[in-house]
């Protein structure tokens, strides 16, 4: 069990201008920011960062959603937290979000979901590793 785990404020959050108050819940739910990065994703990056979902029919559709606009970049540590950090943002479709979930507040729909969350200890460093060099954490 990590005690870190990675996020991105996905660009339908930017947009709305959730981000702020997004990263303000993460921290007052005791998250500590070791990494943090505004930056836009190309297609290439984000098919890159999705290939797990390559053959999946909305693959397309989950690149150019993701390169279409700034996204916040973070990794986080706390105890336990990947399994943490999903309570917190809630499941991905927000209609079955529980409340007061970071998706059940901020999301659109399950495509525009606001946020990305690591789904194991695994996925968190390679996700981590994707956006962070070793001299970008803390």
Not at 6 to 29: C, Q, S, V, Y
Not at 110 to 124: F, K, L, Y
Request: glycine share 8%; charged share 25%; aromatic share 10%.
């Amino acid at each position: 069990m990590s005690n870190r785990t990675f996020t991105m404020i996905k660009p339908d959050a930017m947009e709305n201008g959730h981000a702020g108050a997004i990263l303000d819940r993460i921290t007052k739910e005791g998250f500590k920011l070791v990494a943090l990065k505004l930056t836009q994703l190309s297609a290439e990056k984000a098919g890159e960062f999705y290939a797990i979902h390559k053959e999946r029919p909305f693959f397309g559709e989950l690149v150019a959603f993701m390169s279409r606009g700034p996204i916040i970049a973070a990794i986080l540590e706390k105890e336990n937290a990947v399994a943490s950090f999903r309570d917190l943002i809630g499941a991905t479709n927000p209609a079955n979000a529980a409340e007061g979930t970071i998706r059940k507040v901020f999301a659109e729909s399950i495509e525009a979901n606001a946020i990305h969350g690591s789904d194991s200890d695994e996925n968190a460093k390679i996700e981590g590793d994707f956006f962070f060099n070793h001299f970008e954490r803390v």
